[in-house]
């Protein structure tokens, strides 16, 4: 018979307060590399008149950065952690593209 589930500061359940902050710190490990990976993009870069932007050598070390919380995760076995990294990523990602967009437009 299993445990029972019961109320603490984090919520219902066991541990849960540890899944938060692995992920939030592997979030905030991503996002600084995702940002410059957005602020370098030579395809925006180049449509608003700035330059070239940085060459394929200089962003795969941001790309091995910004993919790494994600992948020790993985390789450590929380699943859990790892899902909520990916999609709070995918959602930084979205939010840098945006906000580098409408600066340019402005």
Do not use: H, N
């Amino acid at each position: 018979m299993a445990a029972p589930l019961v109320p603490s500061r984090t919520g219902y359940g066991r541990g849960c307060g540890m899944t938060f902050y692995l992920t939030l710190s592997a979030l905030l490990l991503s996002a600084f590399p995702i940002f410059l990976l957005c602020a370098g993009d030579p395809k925006r870069r180049r449509a608003s008149g700035e330059g070239d932007g940085s060459t394929s050598r200089q962003r795969w070390p941001l790309m091995i950065a910004a993919c790494a919380p994600g992948l020790v995760s993985l390789l450590l076995g929380d699943s859990a952690t790892f899902m909520l990294w990916l999609g709070g990523a995918a959602l930084i990602g979205w939010l840098a593209a945006t906000s580098f967009a409408a600066r340019g437009r402005g």
